[in-house]
């Protein structure tokens, strides 16, 4: 791995046998973290963006399999894992979670555990992984705490999760995750559930603990406002897949897969007139037993080539740091202009 | 008391379809183990609201705001401690709904209805497509079955669905088609008045666009009125002629579509809309964010004077000693705050 890569994947697959056949969920995804940047990665669901992420985790399903394809990570402390490799209880994917990679959900009161105080969780962490007497422990923990801005932090350390607001509880989750002071921080939609008061705070947050710890954060949602906001390169998937990695700025204004042109057009803008009809994408997610042939896009896609976009897989074509999995890309490599203006 | 005189009752101007004046509704708090009555949730605290024949209405705010709460107070789901909820009815005829009985109201549910944001909860997993948007229709005394699912397979059309699809059930439809059943019962009686409560919220960002669509097509086919509650701006700036914004139980300002997203005139309303990330890197990055600090407070022990006041950045003395009421403002536009003239706040269009 390029020494300023974090986390490298490199096709990677997840899929589960089911009675009714076989659902590929990751179906060959290849992306990287560099160190102490943002990657968000939008899809709408079912895309398979969280199984992704769970992947780095080792924490998939156990009825989930996964044939090929290789995670590799290479956090602060200089030595390499191959997570795809690891066991989901093995003694190391045990230190690399919580240590080297917190993970954030979007439910914090199914994430944290509701029969203890959020100071005990915190502790817990600590004491694990940073051998942390129990004093030192609730001091780091009432620290964190007042990272996260937590008011009254020394109060707070004894409350329990369902004593907390939404913003609240997912403050005490962020503080749970950095405890460690973890190379990685994994979101996953952790805004979905919050007014979008609370999730500016959040977000405020996140960038400022990013550039403070000098953590990257893998950050999942399917809010193109919010990757917008917080993102340094997104990359958006569509049943399985990468269909186009990019930086912000080339997603947003110059998209180069017609699936991220259709869904920037299709979201409703404040201050922008879209007409009386928002443009849609037509058809919906096709069921994952019967993924098209070819793209998967190509039954939906106005772009659509007969002969080509059904039958073969598009390869992924470069434009400079711009990745597009489309089999016409180049016919969008002139676009300079917002896809929605 | 109302900030808007009401008028006479049973009156309403002609345009208008839905009326709300001086709405409340409390939610005792008890404690102690006998059960006490020691206060009271002000979920709803004085909301007045005209709702135009054939207009959209959009309802923003945060959550506990209570947008929710009106438009179920609005159908008479929950029972209100104050206020009167006037209804043009099919025939004409103005009623006040707050005072009905159960029974007077039951022919007035046909005419209004609601659509619901999880739909995944709001359909019975055991009932067929049949039987879920056929149920208001047997309620109202139709019981001829072949009229019936006649009916049905013409409204699944209406949505977009296929009249097939009759005797499948609920888990054989994704979110966006299951959210398209509920509107179809929702339609089943001909309704006037629908209020979506979140309709869109759950979809995913392609079908929710479809949906939306769906909903202004229905609109115009059919002559509906929308309360359409919402958390997402942008979704509310593209469906809706009016929007209201709430704040603990409060309407703060109501203002045509346009007019609240260039100029608003409640510091609350431009801090709900500079919250918002716009999908707009570049925009992002030069706009100037102050993030709202805090939360919305607890209605149980609501803050004194303008509720509002701890969390605006505008706050004067004035504000935590005194209740500012909905005033009309120029342009015809309703604001609830003692400085809306003086202050000079920036919109989210330019």
Redesign the interface.
């Known amino acids: 791995m390029p020494p300023e890569r974090l986390l490298e994947l490199d096709n990677v697959h997840v899929h589960f046998p089911l009675r009714e056949g076989l659902v590929k969920a990751v179906n060959g995804v290849s992306y990287h973290v560099n160190k102490g940047e943002v990657l968000g990665i939008v899809g ?2 079912g895309s398979g963006k969280s199984i992704t992420a769970r992947a780095i985790m080792r924490l998939l399903p156990k009825r989930a399999v996964a044939p090929e394809g290789s995670i590799r990570f290479r956090p602060r402390s200089g030595e390499q894992y191959e997570l795809s490799a690891l066991d989901r209880n093995s003694r190391a994917i045990r230190q690399v979670r919580g240590q080297h990679i917190g993970m954030i959900f979007q439910e914090p009161m199914t994430a944290l555990s509701p029969v203890h105080t959020i100071g005990t969780q915190i502790m817990r962490t600590v004491q694990l992984h940073k051998g942390l007497s129990r004093a030192a422990a609730r001091e780091r923990a009432i620290d964190l705490l007042a990272k996260v801005q937590m008011p009254r932090p020394a109060q707070m350390v004894d409350a329990f999760p369902h004593q907390l ?4 509880r997912q403050r005490a989750m962020i503080a749970l995750a950095i405890s460690c002071d973890p190379s990685l921080l994994i979101a996953d939609e952790p805004t979905t559930a919050l ?7 959040i ?2 947050l996140l960038k400022q603990l990013q550039s403070e710890l000098g953590m990257a954060i893998i950050f999942i949602t ?8 917080i993102a340094d390169r997104v990359s958006v998937m569509y049943l399985g897949r990468m269909v186009e990695t990019a930086t ?2 080339d997603i ?2 110059a998209p180069k897969h017609p699936y991220t042109q ?3 057009r ?6 922008v007139d ?1 007409g ?6 037509p058809g ?2 096709p069921d994952p037993f019967s993924v098209p042939s070819g793209c998967a896009f190509n039954p939906r896609c106005a772009h659509m080539v007969p002969g080509l976009c059904d039958v073969t897989v598009p390869p992924e074509k470069m434009f400079g740091l711009q990745m597009s999995r489309c089999h016409i890309a180049e016919q969008f490599a002139a676009v300079q202009e ?1 896809a ?1 203006v | 008391m109302s900030d808007i005189p009401a008028t006479s009752a049973a009156t309403l101007p002609d345009d208008v379809l839905v009326s709300v004046r001086g709405l409340k509704k409390y939610f005792p708090i008890h404690a102690g183990w006998l059960k006490r009555h020691v206060g009271n949730v002000k979920a709803i605290d004085d909301v007045s609201l005209d709702i135009r024949t054939g207009e959209t209405l959009g309802l923003v705010g ?2 506990g705001s209570g947008k929710s709460t009106v438009a179920r107070l609005m159908l008479r789901a929950y029972e209100l401690s104050e206020g009167q909820i006037l209804f043009r009815r099919a025939s004409g005829k103005v009623v006040d709904i707050s005072a009905l009985s159960d029974r007077e109201m039951r022919p007035l549910r046909a005419e209004m209805q609601m659509i619901f944001q999880d739909p995944y909860s709001s359909l019975n997993p055991r009932m067929t497509l049949l039987e879920l948007v056929g149920e208001p229709m047997v309620i109202h005394g139709n019981s001829n079955r072949g009229e019936i699912s006649d009916r049905v397979a013409e409204l699944l059309k209406v949505v977009g669905l296929r009249p097939e699809f009759l005797n499948r059930y609920p888990h054989a439809f ?4 299951r959210q398209r059943i509920g509107i179809a019962r929702a339609l089943a009686l001909n309704p006037s008045f629908i209020a979506a409560d979140e309709a869109v919220s759950a979809l ?7 949906n ?2 769906l909903l ?1 097509d229905l609109q115009e086919q059919f002559g509906l009125t929308y309360l359409f509650i919402t ?5 509310v ?3 809706a002629d009016r929007v209201g914004v709430m704040y603990l139980g409060r309407m703060m300002e109501v203002a045509p579509t346009e007019q609240l ?1 260039s100029n608003p005139l409640h510091p609350y309303t431009e ?12 925009g ?1 990055r030069t706009r100037k ?1 102050v ?2 600090k805090g ?2 407070a607890n209605a149980a022990n609501p803050p004194s004077g303008c509720s509002f006041h701890p969390r605006c950045p505008y706050a004067q003395p004035r504000c935590s000693a005194e209740v500012p009421a909905l005033r009309e403002v120029a342009g015809g536009r309703q604001v609830r705050c003692h400085f809306a003239e003086e202050l000079s706040l920036v919109g ?3």
């Open positions: 709408e669901s607001s939404g913003g609240m007014d979008v008061t609370t999730e500016a705070q977000l405020e399917h809010n193109f406002g919010v990757v917008a906001d912000v700025d947003f204004y259709a869904l920037l299709s979201i409703p803008r404040l201050g879209q009386r009809r928002l443009p849609t994408i919906m997610v917002p929605h | 945060e959550s994704s979110g966006g088609q995913d960002v392609s079908v929710a666009a479809q939306i669509n202004q958390h997402d701006l942008g979704m700036e593209h469906i997203f801090a709900l809309m500079a919250a918002v990330p716009q999908p707009d890197p570049r992002n964010r993030p709202l939360e919305i989210a269009v330019a």
